[in-house]
């Protein structure tokens, strides 16, 4: 079991320029708030696979891959859900390179691992949380959840009950 690491040290590799090495470690993903829901993160330590690459010059180039998921209720049927992503970023830090080449996630050579896994995993999920992609949601008019009803469910038109009143006055 790779060692919990909220930031590593690039530095301690010791790479030259051109040399890289592949890592891997364990990355600790917060409880995520998204559309207003609050999602666990599971697992909560995630083992992720780091490459870096020391460029020729100065400064690296990294990969980040994992797979997490999420806990919570689904947007449309309110059950819970536990959809699980793939994430794969990638940055580059080159001192002197400007803005563009400078990671907010390096400083000094120390990588900010937690700040980016869970940027990046941030990035990777959908505009909304669901069970299933197909998920029906819940029945409009009953609440119903679709999903266990079947495309069957459906509601006969209901006479509105302040109709049957003026009937039984018989206006006609
Ligand atoms: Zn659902
Ligand atoms: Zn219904």
């Known amino acids: 079991m790779p060692a919990r690491t909220d930031s590593f040290d690039l530095g301690r590799l ?18 995520l708030d998204y559309g207003g829901q609050t999602y666990e993160v599971t697992p909560p330590s995630v ?9 020729t010059g100065n400064g690296y180039a990294l990969r980040l891959r ?3 998921g999420l806990r919570g209720p689904c947007v449309r049927c309110l059950e819970p859900a536990q959809p699980a992503f793939a994430v794969d970023a990638r940055e580059v830090d080159r001192p002197g390179g400007g803005d563009e080449l400078s ?9 900010d691992l937690h700040a980016w896994a869970r940027d990046a995993f941030a990035l990777a999920l959908p505009a909304q949380v669901v069970c299933r992609e197909d998920c029906a949601g819940l029945c409009a008019i009953c609440g119903e959840n679709l999903n ?16 049957a009143k ?3 006055l018989n206006l006609e």
């Not at 010791?14 to 592949?22: F, N, V």
């Not at 696979?49 to 020391?54: F, G, M, N, T």
């Not at 990671?103 to 990588?111: G, H």
């Open 47 to 55: 083992a992720v696979v780091l490459d870096i690459s020391r460029m």
């Open 148 to 163: 266990a009803a079947g495309p069957e469910h459906a509601h006969e038109r209901e006479p509105d009950p302040r109709w």
């Open 103 to 111: 990671s907010p996630y390096v400083a000094d050579d120390e990588l």
């Open 66 to 68: 994992f797979e997490a």
């Open 166 to 168: 003026l009937s039984e």
């Open 14 to 31: 010791r790479l030259t320029a051109g040399e890289g090495r592949r890592l891997e470690l364990e990355a600790t993903l917060d409880p």
